[in-house]
């Protein structure tokens, strides 16, 4: 059951990969964390944080204003025991700036 669980989740998260590297400034979001990880959500899309440690001292649901660039895979993602929940996301992103 696990292994078609992460299979699926590979498959979304495959799905919505970029492959250019742009810059998002500076964007009025919210900080979601839940047992698929981190993400920061800005209108209607999440986004899937590669670097959790600058998001660690925010808690779910705070406002913040953050600065990322997107990625195509997140190494960290690697060892994570993913839980039962599927959470679709945009894109992975490296946070660089966050308030």
Request: hydrophobic share 40%; aromatic share 12%.
């Amino acid at each position: 059951m696990k292994y078609y669980l992460v299979i699926t989740l590979l498959i979304i998260g495959s799905v919505s990969f970029v492959s250019c590297k742009k810059e998002v400034s500076k964007k009025n979001m919210t900080v979601i964390k839940n047992c698929t990880g981190t993400y920061l959500q800005f209108k209607e899309k999440y986004y899937k944080v590669c670097n959790t440690d600058l998001t660690d001292s925010f808690n779910n649901n705070d406002e913040v204003n953050a600065s990322f660039t997107k990625i195509e895979e997140c190494k960290a993602f690697e060892d994570l025991i993913i839980c039962a929940l599927a959470f679709e996301f945009e894109d992975i992103i490296d946070v660089t700036k966050i308030e």
